[in-house]
């Protein structure tokens, strides 16, 4: 069964950090783009990074720009985004995804879909 699990998300105070993992089962994340997108109560999904298969390029919203960073490890077939520096702002549910359908990685169209994983910022 091909599936995509996200987990990490918690409750960080302002200014801390948290580490997303992305673990892929039935498929081999490294022949992939991956994606991470969030969205906000009342707000759109929003793209926030995304890796591609290949090269490893890494491409990340303006919004989170030199606080994430977004990573791969192939041995444990998993990926992950750092979040250093967080903002009450970037309160969301994140979602993986991975194998991109189109030529936009942070335009969201893709294949397989975590469940989503909570972070909320606040003190």
């Known amino acids: 069964q091909l599936q995509v699990v996200d987990a990490g998300g918690d409750l960080v105070q302002p200014g801390g950090s948290l580490r997303l993992s992305c673990r892929a089962s039935?498929?081999?994340?490294?022949?992939?783009?991956i994606g991470w997108f969030r969205q906000a109560p009342g707000k759109e999904r929003e793209g926030v990074s995304c890796?591609?298969?290949?090269?490893?390029?890494?491409n990340y919203a303006d919004s989170v720009k030199g606080r994430f960073t977004i990573s791969r490890d192939t041995a444990r077939n998993t990926a992950y985004l750092q979040m250093d520096s967080l903002k009450p702002e970037d309160t969301a549910i994140y979602y993986c995804a991975v194998e991109l359908l189109s030529t936009n990685c942070l335009g969201g169209s893709y294949r397989y879909w975590g469940q989503g994983t909570q972070v909320t910022v606040s003190s």
């Open positions: 890796i591609w298969s290949r090269g490893g390029t890494a």
């Open positions: 039935g498929f081999t994340l490294a022949y992939y783009t």
